[in-house]
């Protein structure tokens, strides 16, 4: 059986693989089948969620997945400066779309409860793989400067 860093880089290789054909596919016109694009009469549209809801469940594992990761971090890499960085910007990000944003949609349109299913498995997938690295295999090395951090901390708080 692999271990966990196979795994981990297995994973890291599917989404790359994966976002290429999404990319392409948006790129050249096609739509995420959700919001103004859900379409009422496909397969995947029934039991719709309320939005806010929706929001919430599906954001929600990019939020604790990296708490859970943080609790079982090598020491080494939870001390680096930027591991420590990069571990709060992505907190940070995820803590505002999973527990501000919701709040602040206004009437927002449900959301098939398959497309909420599949949303809240990207970001399983995506806290996993992100937080797992920074916590556990990998100690970065790079110069961040105050300016990257401020520009960072402004971007990930003006959007969700």
Do not use: D
Not at 55 to 60: A, P
Not at 113 to 125: D, E, G, N
């Amino acid at each position: 059986m692999p271990g966990e860093e196979t795994i981990h880089l297995i994973l890291v290789l599917i989404m790359i693989i994966v976002s290429v054909p999404t990319f392409l596919y948006l790129c050249f016109g096609g739509e995420a089948p959700y919001g103004r694009y859900r379409s009422a009469q496909a397969l995947y549209s029934y039991f719709p969620v309320e939005a806010r809801l929706a929001w919430f469940i599906q954001e929600s594992p990019a939020l604790v997945i990296p708490l859970i990761c943080l609790s079982l971090g090598r020491e080494e890499l939870l001390s680096n400066p930027v591991n420590i960085a990069l571990c709060s910007l992505f907190l940070l990000h995820y803590a505002q779309r999973t527990l501000i944003f919701p709040f602040l949609l206004r009437g927002g349109k449900k959301t098939p409860l398959f497309i909420v299913f599949l949303a809240f498995m990207f970001c399983l997938w995506n806290g996993y793989i992100q937080f797992r690295y920074l916590t556990v295999f990998e100690v970065v090395f790079i110069h961040i400067s105050s300016r990257f951090l401020t520009n960072e901390l402004r971007i990930t708080t003006k959007h969700g």
